[in-house]
């Protein structure tokens, strides 16, 4: 199990080294593993248009769609300071849309895992994929 995290760890603590976050200074690191056992990775991008700017996990997701993969089974952010880094909301919804209520997300700092959550406490009676099923009919 914590070489399972170590992986996710390793993965976010590199990409946070290429965050482009020259407005809040505030330098994050992404991972998520998916049921296929692949780790991607993604660092925040802010933007001088401020609201443009993209999350650590937004790129770490896109990274895994670009792979082909659509299932996430456990995600962890790494970034610097005292703080305990859980993801922001928008977040949240974004992992919720491949991950289960139970999946696994660590908020970690440079030295380890800080504080572990699972996706269903930090997003609660959350709207997914799972709502539309019966609302989709062929056209
Ligand atoms: N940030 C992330 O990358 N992930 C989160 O879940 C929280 C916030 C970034 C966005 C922005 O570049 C910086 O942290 C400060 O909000």
Do not use: W
């Given at each position: ?24 200074h ?8 998916t ?49 305990i ?28 895992v ?26």
């Amino acid at each position: 199990m914590s070489s399972d995290v170590d992986d996710l760890l390793a993965a976010a603590k590199a990409a946070q080294l290429n965050a482009h976050a020259p407005y809040s200074h505030f330098r994050v690191g992404a991972a998520v593993r998916t049921s296929n056992g692949r780790i991607f990775a993604g660092c925040n991008v802010e933007n001088a248009a401020y609201p443009q700017g993209a999350c650590a996990e937004a790129g770490a997701i896109s990274a895994m769609c670009l792979a082909g993969e659509r299932e996430i089974v456990a995600v962890l952010t790494v970034c610097d300071g005292e703080v305990i880094g859980t993801c922001c909301g928008g977040c949240r919804q974004r992992i919720r849309e491949f991950a289960k209520p139970d999946t696994p997300i660590y908020a970690a700092g440079p030295g380890g895992v800080r504080a572990t959550f699972t996706l269903g406490e930090l997003l609660p009676h959350s709207f997914g994929p799972d709502h539309l099923t019966e609302f989709q009919t062929e056209r």
